[in-house]
């Protein structure tokens, strides 16, 4: 089925950890993106992805890593995972132009870190 | 820099009524587009609508509509004939017409329950 698969949806990490989440999109689209979701914050961005071989950082940055080398997968590196890095994290991936504007999600990951 | 405000933290309508969420926003583009997603607990996001700015007309779709004032930068969604269904987290959303980011900027979201 075409869409942003995200994997995995649930993980439970340790201070100090690291992990990669995964997300993969097979609709050709340019645009790559990181969210995090935190009760009455809404949706902040974390980096973000014009295409292959191009990122950038968004608001919330800090703590995380990305890389682009193909234009279907946008992993997020936790490289030392801290409690405040607990929230839902969602991918999601667009069109360059605006002519067919459209967003779609990845079913997010919930991150807890003890 | 672009914000995006969504004042009501919760809402409740009575099922077959209308309801009205709020949403302002700052920018001093005047090129952008502008969309309301809806979270059910599902937590996948779903587009409801969209709005781009140079269109006067508000949008709409089957229940759905805005109210889009440009000068005033709000952007409230009108739910009519409120169903169970469409009780969920509601996200007011910016993206920016002019540079090429894909680059959505997020409200608080405000959640509405649906009574029977």
């Known amino acids: 089925n075409a869409g942003v698969t995200q994997t995995p949806k649930f993980q439970v990490l340790k201070t100090g950890q690291s992990m990669t989440l995964q997300c993969a999109q097979d609709m050709n689209h340019e645009y790559m993106s990181w969210y995090r979701q935190d009760p009455g914050m809404g949706l902040r961005l974390i980096h973000y992805s014009v295409g292959a071989g191009i990122t950038d950082q968004g608001e919330v940055p800090n703590g995380y890593n990305v890389s682009r080398s193909t234009t279907e997968d946008f992993p997020l590196r936790l490289l030392s995972a801290a409690p405040s890095q607990t929230s839902v994290y969602f991918c999601?991936?667009?069109?360059?132009?605006?002519?067919?504007?459209?967003?779609?999600f990845g079913s997010g990951t919930r991150l807890t870190v003890v | 820099a672009q914000t995006v405000t969504q004042s009501q933290p919760e809402m409740s309508v009575q099922e077959a009524e209308t309801v009205t969420l709020s949403c302002t926003y700052d920018t001093s583009e005047s090129d952008y587009y502008l969309f309301w997603y809806k979270q059910p607990p599902s937590r996948q996001m779903i587009l409801v609508i969209r709005?781009?700015?140079?269109?006067?007309q508000n949008a709409t779709e089957n229940r759905f509509s805005v109210n889009f004032q440009k000068a005033a930068k709000s952007f409230s969604l009108k739910i009519s004939d409120s169903q169970l269904g469409d009780a969920a987290m509601y996200f007011c959303a910016y993206r920016t017409g002019s540079s090429n980011t894909g680059k959505l900027i997020f409200g608080q979201g405000t959640t509405l329950q649906v009574k029977p």
């Open positions: 709005q781009e700015a140079y269109k006067q």
């Open positions: 999601a991936s667009s069109y360059s132009g605006t002519a067919r504007l459209g967003y779609t």
